[in-house]
């Protein structure tokens, strides 16, 4: 497609459930990137990919987020034991290149993640 | 601890006159700075961006100003336009010797209405 894509566009599931979200980005982009936003917050980074390098996990808030990224394309997001305070909106960008003065990243529509 | 501050959660400017928005950060490493664009139920969308080395950047209707001494930088639209209503993110990021630019750190964004 012509711009990122992520599913689902919502996703309601119970506390201590596990989801997985989808991000396909751009084709030909090498970096990929997942942010959250909560309400009222600005986008808040979660982890990058480059190409098929080994992630940057830094900014993961707890050890039941993981990401992973098949053939340096497709990426999923899976958060385990899903918590109230995980809900927000779940938001996927690429860019063509890690880095450098044009490091412009392109956002999907984003997944919104409700834990009741 | 926020590194990008946009203090005004909200600026109304009517249409047609000129709309100022506002953004301060903390991190002296910050060497380029975006400028995002978002419509509810919509990822962000890059607006313009600018790299430390400027003081300026036009891109028609939007300049984005930088001024390194005091750590801020501000979005101009002129003339406003009904479309332009949306909330306005500014980003920031860090380029580096090895010209790696990872996650971005995003403020929480300004809510610009221009009224008729």
């Known amino acids: 497609g012509a711009g990122v894509s992520q599913s689902p566009s919502n996703k309601v599931t119970e506390k201590g459930k596990d989801v997985e979200l989808r991000c396909d980005p751009i084709s030909g982009h090498t970096a990929l990137y997942w942010y959250r936003q909560s309400l009222g917050q600005g986008l808040e980074f979660l982890i990058y990919f480059q190409g098929n390098s080994a992630p940057d996990k830094s900014g993961l808030p707890s050890d039941r987020f993981s990401a992973e990224r098949t053939g340096g394309s497709v990426s999923t997001l899976t958060i385990q034991r899903t918590q109230q305070e995980d809900s927000a909106v779940y938001l996927c960008?690429?860019?063509?290149?890690?880095?450098?003065?044009?490091?412009?990243?392109?956002f999907g529509a984003g997944t919104r993640l409700s834990v009741l | 601890d926020q590194q990008v501050k946009q203090n005004s959660p909200s600026l109304s400017v009517q249409e047609g006159r000129i709309s100022i928005l506002n953004c301060d950060y903390t991190n002296s490493m910050f060497d380029y700075f975006l400028w995002y664009k978002k419509y509810p139920a919509e990822g962000p969308t890059f607006l313009i961006s600018i790299s430390s080395i400027k003081d300026k950047n036009e891109d028609g209707r939007f300049t984005v100003f930088l001024n390194k001494s005091a750590k801020h930088l501000s979005l101009h639209i002129v003339p406003s336009q009904p479309g332009d209503s949306a909330v306005y993110f500014c980003?920031?990021?860090?380029?580096?010797?090895?010209?790696?630019?990872?996650?971005?750190?995003f403020g929480k964004g300004t809510h610009l209405i221009i009224q008729p």
């Open positions: 980003a920031a990021s860090v380029i580096g010797p090895g010209g790696g630019a990872d996650g971005l750190t």
């Open positions: 960008a690429s860019s063509l290149v890690r880095g450098g003065a044009k490091n412009i990243q392109y």
